[in-house]
């Protein structure tokens, strides 16, 4: 039982499901006009429930190379969501089987390229538990056709730049580059010896001061910048995006082809107030932060907050 968000790619990442249209060039009426190859895939999302009855549809996205739906397993499967998705894969496989034969006794379409198989064989689950998850997940899957549209509209800021050299350490990038000229940045990170004192004595003065401290400054026109591993530093991430303030953010993972930052990260980058850095490359096996890495990253936040040395090479819109 739970609920998941699951991601399915087209294999080719040919836009075989749809078409993206930005009316106006506005991201916010942006939409999927759906390819009569999509319907099919999205009539055999739908029927998902039909096979599995312990399973509700949640919400259901079609993008044009790929799709994404949140499924709720509300009672005890006989088989795992993992293999449900194996016959969810296996249905699509047919239907681009079918597809491609119908249009074309030899099987092939569009120069050359197979319909069949449609996705990647191996689906991305992301199981969801913590508070709030959910509603912030359905919200992310609805939006994603204006989030594609906003990163077309606006492809410098999502550019990723390569060997951005800051005091000496080499980082990929993607965001507004140009924060790193600001006259002042702050590092934002949680010392232990205050989380303790507020849960193991009740005294949370000098953590709610150093809270505050980071808002304030940030207030005053200071960037913040870390990886923001801690719940603590976190809540003073979501203060500083709430409030819209231009943060500096250092990832655990590189940039792959197709990185699109998430939720409300995504609408910092659109809009020029946030830069992402990680000093490593992009490595899709990876799902878990080490003890090693979230060190590094703070002594990282260290360095950026004093380092004089600006990129020579500076994008952005």
């Given at each position: 039982?739970g609920?998941?968000?699951?991601?399915?790619?087209?294999?080719?990442?040919?836009?075989?499901?749809?078409?993206?249209?930005?009316?106006?060039?506005?991201?916010e009426?942006?939409?999927?006009?759906?390819?009569?190859?999509?319907?099919?895939?999205?009539?055999?999302?739908?029927?998902?429930?039909?096979?599995?009855p312990?399973?509700?549809?949640?919400?259901?996205?079609?993008?044009?190379?790929?799709?994404?739906?949140?499924?709720?397993?509300?009672?005890k499967?006989?088989?795992?969501?993992?293999?449900?998705m194996?016959?969810?894969?296996?249905?699509?496989?047919?239907?681009?089987?079918?597809?491609?034969?119908?249009?074309d006794?030899?099987?092939?379409?569009?120069?050359?390229?197979?319909?069949?198989?449609?996705?990647?064989?191996?689906?991305?689950?992301r199981?969801?538990?913590?508070?709030?998850?959910?509603?912030?997940?359905?919200?992310?899957?609805?939006?994603?056709p204006?989030?594609?549209?906003?990163?077309?509209?606006?492809?410098?800021?999502?550019?990723?730049?390569?060997?951005?050299?800051?005091?000496?350490?080499?980082?990929?990038?993607v965001?507004?580059?140009?924060?790193?000229?600001?006259?002042?940045?702050?590092?934002?990170?949680?010392?232990?010896?205050?989380?303790?004192?507020?849960?193991?004595?009740?005294?949370?003065?000098?953590?709610?001061?150093?809270?505050?401290?980071?808002?304030?400054?940030?207030?005053?026109?200071?960037?913040?910048?870390?990886?923001?591993?801690?719940?603590?530093?976190?809540?003073?991430?979501?203060?500083?995006?709430?409030?819209?303030?231009?943060?500096?953010?250092?990832?655990?993972?590189?940039?792959?082809?197709?990185?699109?930052?998430?939720?409300?990260?995504?609408?910092?980058?659109?809009?020029?107030?946030?830069l992402?850095?990680?000093?490593?490359?992009?490595?899709?096996?990876?799902?878990?932060?080490?003890?090693?890495?979230?060190?590094?990253?703070?002594?990282?936040?260290?360095e950026?907050?004093?380092?004089?040395?600006?990129?020579?090479?500076?994008?952005?819109?």
């Amino acid at each position: 039982m739970g609920i998941y968000h699951i991601t399915m790619v087209v294999s080719s990442r040919e836009d075989l499901l749809g078409t993206l249209v930005i009316p106006n060039d506005n991201p916010e009426q942006a939409h999927v006009v759906l390819s009569a190859f999509g319907e099919e895939i999205k009539d055999c999302v739908r029927t998902i429930p039909d096979f599995h009855p312990e399973i509700q549809i949640l919400a259901l996205r079609m993008m044009p190379d790929h799709v994404h739906f949140i499924l709720h397993v509300h009672r005890k499967m006989d088989i795992g969501i993992r293999a449900a998705m194996r016959g969810f894969w296996q249905a699509t496989k047919a239907i681009g089987r079918a597809y491609t034969s119908s249009i074309d006794p030899d099987g092939i379409r569009n120069n050359q390229l197979r319909v069949d198989p449609i996705f990647l064989e191996k689906p991305f689950i992301r199981p969801m538990s913590r508070k709030g998850q959910l509603q912030s997940m359905i919200h992310y899957v609805l939006m994603n056709p204006q989030r594609l549209a906003t990163k077309r509209l606006k492809p410098g800021y999502f550019y990723v730049q390569h060997d951005v050299d800051i005091g000496g350490r080499t980082y990929e990038a993607v965001g507004n580059i140009k924060l790193l000229q600001a006259a002042k940045i702050n590092p934002v990170h949680v010392r232990s010896m205050w989380v303790r004192d507020a849960e193991e004595h009740g005294d949370d003065q000098a953590l709610r001061n150093y809270k505050n401290g980071c808002v304030l400054a940030a207030r005053e026109g200071a960037i913040m910048v870390s990886p923001f591993i801690s719940e603590h530093e976190r809540a003073v991430l979501d203060v500083l995006l709430n409030e819209k303030h231009p943060i500096i953010y250092i990832a655990d993972n590189g940039f792959g082809k197709y990185y699109k930052p998430f939720a409300a990260l995504f609408d910092a980058v659109a809009d020029g107030r946030m830069l992402i850095l990680s000093p490593w490359s992009h490595d899709p096996k990876k799902k878990h932060v080490t003890r090693a890495e979230c060190i590094a990253m703070n002594k990282m936040a260290e360095e950026i907050s004093t380092s004089s040395i600006v990129p020579n090479d500076i994008r952005g819109n």
